[in-house]
């Protein structure tokens, strides 16, 4: 590109997308950004100015070729975009609207050097959404099978990379899911107005009609284990049961009725459609005063999924500073505009109740920061004598998640680590035991979709090279 | 989609029903359970296997309607099916010749004794069995109790039925005999089951319960199961149900239990009023 016209599209500002309005959006569950025009696209994809070494590329844990598919958005080539990213990327509508871009790709995009970075993942949002909602989404031409099959325990991310990466090497693929729905954290976790469920759905129904079967509400441990799927004709498993278990903080009145761990109140919500009670079976607890405690993104959803509930005040009790929250920016920043109320540098001590056994407070302390702790942050320390009450009827513990129990406790040779996530070759994603592949959260403990999909393509290459030479 | 293949009312609102679960059938062990979601706007809600049969490829659940999920399943008819069935669940009963074994049941809770005695008479024990209920027609499976009990007692709350008194007294009478009694399995609604574990306390006999909390997922995935057992937070469905019934902290379940009871009384009404205008409609378009 010459001088001239990397000049020329440096002056371009990034193009700002529209939201819904936080006074209307916390009536209700729609998505809240409203996504690019093609225009606006065009005029976004044009920021780039196609580096030849583009360093966006190192920044993306999957390596899509980001120059190339902005390009093909600047040329009003969309679905072609699409495409290309789905080289990569099997959920490009997933990651655009998930991924923490402005630590990946777009931390490191030169424009951002400048000013501010393209808009990779919302560009990556519009191709992906483009396809799919004019009905462009093909199936790929399939090779001939080649007679082997894998397992793949879960269909979260990690899972739903890998199934799709394996069927298109020809192999036959069976994904076992504990849940109802498949799409693991997606479906369950992430709420409906930052993913809505229809896409997860998507591209579940993308996988199936390229032939990978899904059986739901089977359990591995409780049906067949994992030696009895390796027994009963499985050449290979891919395990990718996730972080499902959720963290309690072992204070006094934990227990009490509308004292919920994140995962159960979010599941409730999403998966369950509490929200729409009765007419959906599922009921929550719809508190006057709302606190969650913690200070990432989960934290963030369960507060911005409580304000839609139209409770008095949702607060968010998180023991640090600002600058410490774990959550990203832009869901800080959403939480605050919808009137979430963040009580920093404070810690629960105990959780109060009625005598029916109701929460009605949760007794905090007050915190300042001291010296640096081993993780390089200031250690909060409690502020002598600060006790205080703060009111509240629903309390949402969202201080992360464990690894789910039910493999390991099942698959007695697979080496874990001490936390229980079972340890793999960083390489290949092979597991200790032969046969067996693990990626995603149950290897990761808490991380990323990306980073999820990432393991899952990784391992779905090595397991294509060991059905091919079976070589362990 | 699992079809319900066989039907029949045990007493008033006790349902017993079959279900097409070959997988789930093939598997089960006794003291585990499955989660059903009834249709697509339906709630998750666990219900012990009572009975399978492996080449029929069904499972048996007995089912006491309570609620409003409960009271659509006990409605569904023969030939209907179920939209998820997903199981077995929960860590089986521990089965060994224990020697002699007292099998409690209270109510609907001898569904959940009923597999577990039998399972412990194949092994060897010598099983006595104490069924009790208010009245002595809602007894169940008191045929089925007494084919896998060396000894069954019968107690209902009105005498109308075998010993006039509670499950407790005659439990209480074996222990003041000197009835060396090796375990206790006691499965009923909770105040029994606290009550049989203050009986034996004294005597510190080995005592097994079976809790009931609410659930969601049943896979260890939400905490909403979590229950206190001698001081530690345990999570019904991966790690129960059955608990020592010296440890388990009875009062927090019972509170927990009625953590919905408003939310359930509307699903109810609605339910009852819903329905009611929706069959009339359906008549009307007819
Ligand atoms: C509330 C919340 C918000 C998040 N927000 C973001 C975000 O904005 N961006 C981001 O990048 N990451 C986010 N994350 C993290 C991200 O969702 C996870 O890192 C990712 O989903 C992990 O994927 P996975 O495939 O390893 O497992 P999961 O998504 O956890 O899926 C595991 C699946 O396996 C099933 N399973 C478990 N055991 C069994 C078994 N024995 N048999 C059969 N099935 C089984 C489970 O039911 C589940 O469906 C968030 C996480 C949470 C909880
Ligand atoms: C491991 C396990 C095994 C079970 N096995 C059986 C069984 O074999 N047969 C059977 O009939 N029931 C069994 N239950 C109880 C059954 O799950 C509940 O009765 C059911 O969930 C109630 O749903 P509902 O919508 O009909 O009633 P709801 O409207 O949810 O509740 C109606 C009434 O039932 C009470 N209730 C709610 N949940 C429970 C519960 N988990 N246990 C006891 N009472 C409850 C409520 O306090 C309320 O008074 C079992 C529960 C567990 C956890
Ligand atoms: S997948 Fe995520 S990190 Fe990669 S380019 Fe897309 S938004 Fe960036
Ligand atoms: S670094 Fe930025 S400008 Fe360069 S190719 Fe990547 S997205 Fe385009
Ligand atoms: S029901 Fe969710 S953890 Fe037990």
């Known amino acids: 590109m010459d001088p001239k016209e990397i000049r020329e599209r440096m002056k371009i500002p990034r193009q700002p997308m529209g939201e819904q309005p936080p006074e209307e959006r916390v009536k209700n569950f729609y998505e809240v950004p409203l996504g690019y025009t093609p225009e606006q696209a065009i005029e976004e994809a044009r920021r780039c100015i196609q580096c030849k070494n583009p360093i966006c590329v190192g920044g993306c844990p999957v390596g899509i070729d980001i120059p190339w598919f902005i390009r093909l958005i600047a040329e009003g080539k969309f679905v072609e975009a699409a495409r290309k990213l789905k080289e990569t990327n099997g959920l490009p509508a997933v990651c655009g609207r998930v991924c923490p871009q402005e630590d990946q790709c777009e931390k490191v995009c030169i424009i951002a050097k400048k000013g501010e970075s393209v808009s990779i993942g919302r560009l990556e949002k519009f191709a992906a959404d483009y396809e799919r909602e004019h009905g462009e989404v093909t199936i790929p031409v399939m090779p001939n099978a080649t007679g082997k099959s894998v397992a793949i325990v879960g269909s979260g991310p990690a899972s739903l990379a890998a199934a799709g990466d394996l069927i298109k090497m020809g192999h036959k693929v069976t994904v076992f899911e504990a849940l109802h729905k498949a799409g693991g954290v997606l479906v369950y976790g992430i709420p409906e107005f930052r993913l809505p469920k229809k896409i997860v759905d998507a591209e579940v129904d993308y996988l199936e009609r390229m032939g990978v079967k899904i059986e739901y509400n089977a359990v591995v441990g409780k049906l067949d284990t994992i030696d009895e799927l390796l027994n009963e004709g499985f050449d290979a498993v891919f395990v990718g049961s996730g972080a499902g278990l959720p963290y309690f903080m072992g204070l006094p009145g934990e227990n009490l009725i509308g004292v919920y761990s994140a995962n159960e109140f979010l599941t409730r919500l999403n998966l369950m459609r509490a929200y729409e009670f009765p007419e959906y079976d599922t009921p929550v607890l719809n508190g006057d005063n709302v606190v969650v405690i913690g200070g990432g993104n989960t934290a963030m959803d369960a507060a911005r999924t409580a304000i839609r509930l139209c409770p008095d005040e949702v607060s968010i009790v998180y023991r640090r500073s600002r600058e410490e929250l774990p959550a990203r920016v832009e869901e800080v920043h959403h939480a605050e505009e919808e009137g979430v109320n963040f009580r920093l540098l404070n810690n629960p001590v105990r959780f109060i109740g009625d005598k029916e056994g109701r929460l009605r407070a949760v007794e905090c302390v007050k915190m300042e920061l001291g010296e640096p702790d081993d993780s390089g942050r200031r250690r909060p320390v409690v502020i002598e004598g600060s006790e205080f009450e703060l009111p509240c009827d629903v309390a949402v513990i969202s201080i992360g998640n464990g690894a789910n129990p039910l493999i390991p406790q099942t698959t007695p040779d697979l080496k874990l680590n001490k936390w229980g996530n079972v340890i793999v070759d960083e390489e290949t994603g092979r597991a200790n035991k032969k046969g067996v592949f693990a990626g995603g959260d149950i290897v990761r403990g808490g991380s990323t979709v990306i980073l999820a999909m990432g393991d899952g393509r990784k391992a779905a290459a090595s397991i294509d090279e060991y059905l091919k030479t079976g070589k362990w | ?286």
């Not at chain 2, 006491?64 to 069935?85: A, N």
């Not at chain 2, 004794?113 to 104490?130: D, F, M, Q, R, W």
């Not at chain 2, 388990?248 to 699903?267: G, H, I, P, Q, T």
């Open chain 2, 1 to 286: 989609m699992f079809e319900i293949v066989g039907k029949k009312e045990l007493t008033h609102l006790v349902w017993q029903i079959e279900i097409k679960a070959p997988r789930i059938a093939k598997k089960r062990k006794a003291g585990q359970f499955v989660l059903l979601r009834m249709n697509e706007q339906g709630e998750r809600i666990p219900l012990t296997i009572v009975n399978s049969d492996d080449e029929a490829g069904t499972i048996t659940v007995i089912v006491q309607e309570v609620g409003k999920s409960t009271s659509i399943l006990g409605g569904m008819k023969v030939g209907s099916s179920i939209l998820d069935v997903v199981g077995p669940l929960g860590m089986p009963t521990h089965i060994e010749n224990y020697g002699t074994v007292v099998c409690v049941g209270g109510g609907i809770g001898t569904a959940v004794t009923y597999p577990i005695g039998a399972a412990l008479k194949e092994a060897g024990c010598k099983v006595i069995s104490i069924v009790g209920s208010r009245s002595k027609d809602l007894l169940i499976l008191e045929d089925e109790m007494r084919g896998v009990s060396d000894e069954l007692h019968i107690t209902t709350d009105d005498g109308s039925s075998g010993h006039h008194g509670f499950v407790t007294d005659v439990l209480g009478e074996f222990i003041k005999e000197g009835l060396k009694i090796d375990l206790v399995i006691a499965v009923g609604p909770i105040p029994m089951m606290r009550a049989v574990s203050e009986v034996t306390r004294p005597s510190a006999i080995n005592t097994m319960v079976s809790l009931n909390p609410i659930m969601v997922d049943g896979t260890g995935m939400c905490g909403a199961c979590r229950v206190t057992i001698g001081g530690e937070n345990k999570f019904v469905c991966v790690d129960g149900p059955e608990f020592d019934g010296h440890l388990v902290d009875f009062e927090e379940l019972v509170m927990r239990n009625r953590s919905y009871f408003k939310e359930e009384k509307m699903a109810v009404e609605e339910y009852t009023y819903h329905e009611g205008t929706r069959c009339y409609d359906k008549k009307g378009d007819d």
